[in-house]
């Protein structure tokens, strides 16, 4: 049942994602009392049934294992027939068969284009980071500056000095393993006698190879050429030792989407910990459908739907009510609810909008990928997905010009781009070569099947270059007019483009990674996307022939950022440096939506880090 | 002289000192330190079936109750079974299991098991006795403090309350979480069940021995965690070697019993006059304070590592008034009253943890009117249920009248391939066990996602840094 | 008591030729049952490439053997697949025959059956053989079904790449710092 036993919250939260988790966790233990509405269903006593869907999918991409089921007799499940719908990877094919990106009836977010935005995420407790990698790192300082420094974009209202010490309470909340000393580049500063909580997960065997390549590669422009190449171990919210009374991590190379025994970090964990404080409740399966706004431009309430079963009728129709309102619903969702309040009138484009903002500037981390096969055996599908990075190329004078990256080294050898082992397994037993490894497409069995494929199995990698993707206001997140979810609420309506200055960044990570596959010695296996591609487009580069563009793939890095940026200014942005709306005192907007830029790292320490100093904000300033 | 430990029933021996074979140099000078590993007077190495035949299963009579603690399992491809290997293993297994469940529970002061004085016989068990088990808390101290075994730690609340035969058993998170946090259990009066956790002398000496009571021990110690083997003895080598029992470790649960309100359970249960220690924060909501309940035995694990099994061999027991199996439960077959299941709710949603916050108060009571529902879910093949079932008849009889006829095996997990140079949890049989109080929430045949002891415990480590495996045990990473 | 000089016999057990067949129903039943039980592991192995005491050992709790049975039992041309390994003369020559068989319908099972193994999914013969024909449909190829959760940790393409499943470690922390136990360790003697 519903029925809420806080009766009377101080704090009402708005999904139960890492921001959300962390912030009603700060507060339950200040003794306020939370409300978290949660549009997905219930933390389960066991990873179960996810881990069941999970092994029962025969396509094992990041949202499988959770709800709604992404299959429906044989279809993709219609989007419009769920209560809690979310994207998936599966609706970024082309237009006019299985899983096109502009079908309404297969693809949840209504894509105008001109490109596909290819990041998904999860409506369920503990959010997306149920299907994270667990990647934590720090912004480096430049990346706060933009403008000041390169002449680009918008600095952040606060400066890394500032998030410094906030950083570190994220590492120790939700528990990162790394060596202090490896992580010192490019200007990241830690407090004095700083230690990670836990010691740095071991480097794989594939990030030794790749190692060994540092002193000899040589990237010819792009602004790379004075790089002194160096691999860096990834911080990672994934234990190294036993913490939270959580198991260590045994390398089940799975932690997205779901890792088996838990050593990564979900927000669940800090859910349970906040539920303990006996401070925090939960409403689940309560969708949040309009921020109620007062005559005198307070929040007043937030309006839910209810339901039981993911396609089943709404159950129950109410408003909960606080002194306080924190909306987490991510870069995507919060924008949409925000969008669809219109307080019969009163509030037309959206609360927490007077700047027009709310929605803008939609970014992601596109991602090129980039695969070879190395010389000798280099054991990957071995480890946690990620154990090192190339760290280095993040920050410097190119940025004034094209968009920066950072390299991730990928264990899982050819599984993100191609499906291995499936791939290469059924080109060589059924005499066919979509992996590219079975050039003479034989059919093979025995222990030249056994042969084959493990020489082109053990040498499998893959590189993965997450591009700083430039704020446009063009690339936006607003309403579909025309399609809803089973609540009858207007679908989430996405433009979004890659501009000159991200292209450019692309050219840059395709010429790296030739260049590392080179130092290596390693044959490369980048294949071209098709030209109906929606996650596809063309440029120049240098090594291409001259005048004359490549078609270049990205991916989405599962990163939504940058719907409801802070500012220095009611103005320019719809929250301030604390995620508290210029334009209702009593309404915060948390998450990755609150960043002007999104840099190079993976997001969600920052989002930590900012949701603790939040919560340390609302503490100190909202007596109960 | 090291104190007595052999677990033969009845039989008072003193360690002698034949025992120092394939040990080191160093054990044999009386300036040395003692052995972690001695011999051991008596092995019990009664295969379950019958020697000279084997296709004979071993008559089951009351001639087992004093047949004492097996070093290590007698078990063989041949059996009762034609063409199955895995059964008859199986059945081996269990058999062993059996006969440890019997050794462990006997009365610590050499009784037969059933003999002693309180109701149905019971008494206080080999385990409880500190001469014998020594509960985690005692090892892994405040401040990586250096154990001694034997001694009886009493914390300062709880003085007022002690007295001669009291049990000490102090709450950690442990102690009413279940692994991983997953969440308490409450009975049907309402209060939490209680989790310990044990082990005995040869398991403590390692890690005495070797500093790994400490975080800065553990540091320290840079070589592999092997905890010592239980071995028969083997007469035909030149010169006959030893039967060593190796390191078991225990784990309980317990449910409290009212000496009003279930006045006639008690007789159902082994109990124990326990004194509850609440540390205080930051380890415990509630305390310091210390209770006084009696408890009953409805859990009872064991692992013990064996030559044989380095994945150890881990075999579990519940009381018979536990839970119903889902089989039943969809059946219909429901007995009147459980220790964690309401027959008359039908519609209780089952395996549920309890509304937050779980801390317990002090009374031990669940805060509202929530009760565990809890269904054994059925994961072991219909073989092995067969099997099991018709061993629990057979040992239940010869403890009929007793508090342990109330007590059933639900199986043993052990390696079917225990050298795999590709498997290290050596391909366990059963591939999934649970113990309805103990994994409750974890139950289920979903790889690494539902129970198995050696699949989770193969996850375990020490505190090193880096980590390094802690064979097959979690008690290493409670050092402070 | 007596000395006892039973021993366990686990590592023997491991080591015995005879591969498992289970429990015993009614007599005549049971026995063609394990005949063709045993066929179609021999052919397996021989296919697979994998030790035939290593995809089905004297004693396995798994079993997985089983499912693949069932799975490819329904398929009409397995009768026909067992009867060419019990006439041949050697696993190798039955693997031949099988994998190279005229007809269409033997041929594409036994790629279903070497799938089966390896991935733990079950991709049809027509769907197989679909994509070796002048207008292919375009890739990838899908599976029909994920056999099981049991089969998906039980696959073998991983195991031939000397890791393991993705989601399914049996290994420990570290272990990925350190390189694999060499290929023979994880399928068999090579046939």
Redesign the interface.
């Known amino acids: 049942m519903c029925a809420q036993r806080i009766i009377d919250p101080d704090v009402v939260i708005v999904g139960s994602g890492p921001a959300g988790a962390l912030i009603a966790k700060q507060l339950g233990l200040a003794g306020r009392k939370v409300l978290i509405l949660e549009a997905g269903d219930r933390l389960p006593p066991s990873i179960n049934s996810y881990m069941e869907r999970f092994l029962n999918a025969t396509a094992k991409v990041p949202e499988s294992p959770y709800q709604p089921d992404l299959f429906t007799d044989g279809n993709l499940t219609d989007p419009a027939t769920v209560n809690a719908g979310r994207p998936t990877v599966l609706t970024l094919s082309p237009n006019g068969g299985f899983g096109a990106w502009q079908d309404p009836k297969q693809a949840y977010l209504i894509q105008k284009g001109p490109l596909a935005f290819a990041s998904t995420y999860e409506r369920v407790n503990a959010g997306t980071t149920r299907h994270w990698l667990g990647t934590s790192l720090r912004f480096v300082p430049n990346d706060f500056e933009m403008k000041t420094k390169y002449n680009r974009f918008v600095d952040w209202p606060i400066n890394y000095s500032v998030l410094e010490p906030w950083y570190g309470a994220a590492e120790h909340e939700i528990g990162v393993s790394a060596n202090v000393q490896q992580q010192g580049y490019l200007g990241i500063t830690f407090e004095p006698n700083y230690s990670y909580p836990m010691p740095g997960i071991p480097e794989s065997l594939v990030d030794h190879a790749v190692e060994k390549a540092m002193p000899t590669l040589k990237v010819d422009g792009y602004g790379l050429q004075n790089i002194d190449w160096t691999i860096t171990p990834t911080p990672a919210a994934r234990n190294s030792q036993p913490y939270q009374s959580r198991r260590v991590c045994a390398g089940n190379t799975n932690c997205i989407p779901i890792c088996p025994i838990q050593a990564k970090y979900d927000a669940s964990v800090t859910l349970a910990d906040a539920f303990r404080t006996g401070n925090v409740d939960v409403m689940y399966r309560c969708v949040a459908s309009q921020v109620v706004v007062d005559a005198n431009g307070k929040i007043a309430g937030i309006d839910f739907i209810r339901y039981d079963t993911i396609d089943g009728p709404p159950v129950e129709r109410g408003q909960v009510k606080a002194k306080l309102y924190v909306i987490a619903g991510n870069a995507i969702e919060t924008p949409r609810l925000l969008l669809m309040s219109k307080n019969g009138g009163r509030t037309p484009d959206g609360v927490a909008n007077r700047a027009g903002l709310v929605g803008k500037y939609l970014m992601d981390h596109p991602l090129y990928l980039a695969w070879a096969l190395a010389p000798e055996p280099i054991w990957g599908y071995r480890g946690p997905l990620s154990t090192s990075g190339i760290e280095i190329c993040r920050d410097g004078e190119f940025r004034r010009y094209r968009g920066a990256f950072r390299i991730e080294i990928g264990n899982e050898g050819w599984n993100f781009p191609i499906g291995d082992p499936y791939t290469t397994t059924v080109d060589l037993v059924d005499g066919l070569n979509d992996s590219g490894l079975n050039r003479d497409k034989e059919a093979l069995y025995g222990s030249a099947l056994t042969t084959a494929l493990n020489n082109g199995l053990s040498r499998q990698f893959r590189l993965g270059f997450l591009v700083e993707q430039s704020p446009e206001d063009s690339n936006s997140v607003t309403l579909s007019d025309k399609c809803t979810d089973h609540l009858g609420l207007p679908r989430p309506q996405i433009r979004y483009d890659l501009s000159d200055y991200t292209k450019e960044g692309f050219a840059a990570a395709k010429a790296t990674a030739s260049a590392i596959f080179k130092a290596m010695n390693a044959a490369e296996f980048t294949s071209p996307p098709a030209p109906d591609d929606p996650t596809s487009f063309e440029w120049h580069t240098f090594e291409g022939p001259p005048g004359q563009n490549v078609r270049i793939k990205y991916y989405g890095a599962g990163h939504l950022v940058g719907t409801h940026r802070m500012g220095t200014d009611r103005s320019n942005s719809v929250v301030d440096d604390k995620q508290r709306s210029w334009n209702h005192d009593n309404l915060y907007l948390v998450g990755c939506g609150s960043f002007p830029t999104v840099a190079t790292a993976n997001p969600t320490l920052t989002l930590a880090a900012l949701a603790l100093r939040t919560a340390d904000h609302i503490v100190k300033n909202f007596p109960p | 002289m090291r104190a007595n430990r052999s677990l033969a029933i009845g039989v008072a021996t003193v360690c002698s000192v034949i025992g120092l074979f394939g040990l080191s140099a160093s054990a044999q000078t009386s300036s040395g330190p003692a052995p972690i590993n001695p011999p051991v007077a008596k092995c019990n ?1 009664t ?1 379950d079936t019958n ?1 000279q035949n084997p296709k004979e299963p071993y008559p089951i009579t009351d001639k087992l109750l004093t ?1 004492g603690q097996p070093c ?6 041949e059996g009762l ?7 008859n ?1 199986q059945r081996g297994f269990d058999f062993y299991s059996w006969l440890t469940f019997i050794a462990l529970n006997s009365p610590a002061d050499g009784k037969t098991i059933g003999h002693g004085s309180g109701p149905g016989g019971d008494a206080p068990t080999e385990w409880e006795s500190l001469k014998n088990y020594r509960p985690l808390a005692d090892v892994m101290l405040p401040g990586g403090a250096k154990p001694s075994w034997g001694t009886r730690i009493v914390p300062d609340a709880c003085k007022r309350l002690d007295g001669p035969g009291k049990v000490i058993l102090q709450v950690t ?1 442990e102690a009413w ?1 279940q ?5 308490p259990l409450i009975d049907q009066d309402g209060n939490y069940a209680l989790f310990d956790i044990l082990m005995n002398e040869p398991m403590f000496d390692f890690i005495l021995d070797n500093g790994l009571y400490s975080k800065q021990g553990q540091q320290k110690f840079n070589e592999q965690v092997d905890f010592p083997e239980g071995v ?2 083997d ?2 080598k030149q010169p006959p070697s030893p039967g060593l029992m190796g390191a078991i470790m225990l784990k309980t649960s317990w449910r409290v019993i009212d000496p009003g309100k279930d006045k006639d359970l008690a007789a159902r249960f082994h109990t124990a006059d326990t004194l509850i220690y609440f540390p205080g924060p930051p380890y415990t909501k509630a305390g310091p304070t210390c209770i006084e309940k009696t408890l009953g035995l409805v859990g009872f694990h064991v692992g013990h590592k064996t030559k ?1 099994s380095p994945q150890w061999v881990w075999s579990t027991f519940e009381q018979v008034d536990n839970v119903p199996d889902d089989a039943n439960v969809a059946a219909d077959r429901l007995s009147p009253h459980y220790n964690f299941f309401n027959a008359a709710c039908w519609n209780c949603p089952r ?3 309890p ?5 317990p108060p002090a009374t031990l009571h669940f805060p509202t009117d929530f009760r565990s529902q809890v269904v054994r879910v059925n994961s072991l093949p219909p ?1 092995v249920i067969d099997e099991v079932a018709d061993l629990n008849r057979q040992f239940r009889a010869i403890l009929k009248g007793t508090v342990w006829e109330n007590y059933e095996l639900i199986t043993t997990q052990w ?5 795999s ?5 050596g ?5 999934y066990l649970a113990n309805t109080t103990l994994e409750t ?2 139950q ?7 129970s198995s002891c050696m ?2 415990h ?4 020490t ?1 090193h ?5 802690s064979d097959f045990t ?1 008690i290493l ?1 409670k050092a402070r | 008591m007596t000395a006892l000089t039973r021993r366990n016999v686990l590592s023997a057990a491991a080591a015995t030729a005879a591969t498992a067949v289970g429990p015993a129903t009614l007599p005549e039943a049971a026995a063609a049952e394990a005949e063709d039980m045993q066929l179609f592991v021999t052919l397996s192995a021989a296919i697979t490439g994998i030790d035939a005491k290593i995809l089905a050992p004297a004693v396995d709790p798994i079993d997985i053997k089983r499912q693949y049975f069932k799975v490819a039992s329904t398929d009409l041309a397995f009768c026909q697949i067992l009867k060419i390994t019990k006439d041949a003369p050697n696993p190798a020559a039955a693997a031949d025959r099988v994998m190279n068989n005229p007809e269409p319908a033997v041929k594409y099972l036994g790629r279903s059956i070497i799938l089966a193994w390896y991935s733990g999914c079950w991709y049809k013969p027509e769907t197989l053989r679909a994509y070796n024909s002048p207008n292919p449909p375009p890739p990838p190829v899908n599976p029909d079904k994920v056999i099981s959760p049991a089969a998906y940790t039980q696959g073998w393409m991983w195991r031939v790449a000397q890791t393991h499943p993705m989601g399914y470690s049996e290994w420990r922390f570290g272990y990925w710092a350190t390189d694999p136990p060499p290929l023979d360790d994880f399928i068999g003697k090579h046939a």
């Open positions: 190495m295969p020697p047949s290590e399992p007698v078990v063989s491809i079974l034609p063409n199955d290997p895995l059964g293993l998170e979480n692994p991983f946090k997953t969440g028969n003895p007469d035909k044989d395996n549920q943890t509304p937050q916050p779980w801390d073989e390696p079917t391939d225990a050298k140079r590709v498997d290290p949890t391909a366990p049989a059963p591939t929430y974890s289920g045949s979903v790889p690494l996602a539902s699949a989770c193969g996850n375990a480590t505190q840094d880096p980590a390094t495996a979690f990473e």
